[in-house]
């Protein structure tokens, strides 16, 4: 039996960009987030970053996400308050969550003392202060779990595929057979030998084929499909952030899409938590959970969606998997949005 002690069942924040409260309870191993423009849902992502039982995780995920916006070239803690919600006073950042085994944990940034504060309830009781050195550490050591919606073919999946996959033979083997959902008879995904003038790059070897292609090749779906498996691979046993999940696959595709990403993290025990606008790609996320080989994971999918309140906080509301296909057959609209 898999273990899935670090999934995460409710989720708290305080103070978090534009939520000055937001939590979300209920929450499975599927999670699609759902809801209008601009409620929140890549910044419900990005609290998610947050690494209850890792300090240097959590400063490495938290700098890449404001590299991803382009706010700054070389981040430092103290630009971590791009976070903090500019309309309070308060000069810190709370999460909390709750884990599948019962365990507490909370995570403070606290900008006045440039310190994170780590608290973990549990079997035994721990709490620590980490006061942070911009100096003590690589990007390089950690795989950053959140995938932007824009983000395609890139050097740095060259890099990720390097460091994660590539010297290890069974991990290797499990991404081509994954892959194979797309390319059928694809051998193996390896880099192009370096040459001093010329860039590294994905070249895929098929059996259909007499010479290699760049992975960029065979389209956004592919690269889209390549990119969350490296993801899903490397972060085994925690969670795993994707925004927009359906950008750059086809609807033909969305079935089979599917089915690899729900199996891909069942067998490696990820927490999906997935951004959607797309009806098709929703529908088709229950069609998949319907068939006879994948309807014991209906309990494990949830539907959350973002409603801004008159107030103009923001409101989760979370629904099992039933609720989500009776809407579908109903003919409801299942985007999300205003109630």
């Not at 959590?58 to 070239?73: D, E, S």
């Not at 991404?175 to 059928?184: G, S």
Request: glycine letters at 4%.
């Amino acid at each position: 039996m898999s273990d899935n002690s670090r999934h995460i069942t409710s989720f708290k924040v305080k103070n978090f960009k534009r939520f000055e409260s937001f939590e979300m309870n209920d929450l499975g191993q599927f999670n699609l987030i759902v809801g209008d423009n601009n409620v929140g849902k890549t910044s419900l992502l990005e609290m998610l970053l947050v690494d209850e039982l890792n300090v240097i995780a959590t400063i490495t995920n938290y700098r890449q996400a404001l590299l991803n916006h382009k706010v700054f070239a070389n981040p430092k803690f103290r630009e971590f308050s791009y976070f903090r919600n500019l309309e309070t006073s308060i000069n810190e950042i709370l999460f909390s969550s709750t884990t599948v085994d019962r365990k507490f944990y909370e995570v403070r940034f606290n900008f006045d003392k440039v310190n994170l504060m780590f608290k973990i309830f549990g079997i035994q009781n721990r709490e620590y202060d980490y006061f942070y050195n911009d100096a003590l550490f690589s990007i390089e050591e950690f795989s950053v779990p959140l995938i932007p919606f824009s983000k395609g073919y890139d050097s740095d999946l060259v890099n990720f595929y390097s460091r994660f996959i590539q010297s290890l033979p069974k991990e290797k083997e499990l991404l081509f057979e994954y892959m194979r959902i797309f390319i059928p008879d694809l051998i193996y995904i390896e880099p192009s030998a370096p040459k001093s003038d010329e860039s590294i790059f994905l070249i895929v070897t098929q059996k259909s084929k007499n010479s290699t292609l760049p992975l960029g090749f065979y389209g956004e779906g592919t690269v889209k499909l390549f990119r969350i498996l490296l993801e899903i691979i490397a972060n085994k046993g925690k969670r795993l952030m994707i925004d927009e999940v359906d950008t750059g696959i086809h609807y033909s595709r969305f079935s089979s899409f599917w089915n690899v990403i729900l199996l891909a993290a069942v067998r490696h025990n990820v927490q999906l938590f997935m951004t959607t606008h797309n009806e098709e790609c929703i529908k088709y996320f229950v069609d998949v959970l319907s068939e006879p080989k994948m309807k014991s994971y209906q309990k494990d999918a949830r539907s959350i969606s973002l409603v801004e309140l008159p107030d103009k906080s923001v409101k989760a509301y979370t629904y099992p998997f039933g609720h989500l296909e009776a809407n579908i057959l109903m003919g409801n609209d299942v985007r999300g949005g205003a109630r």
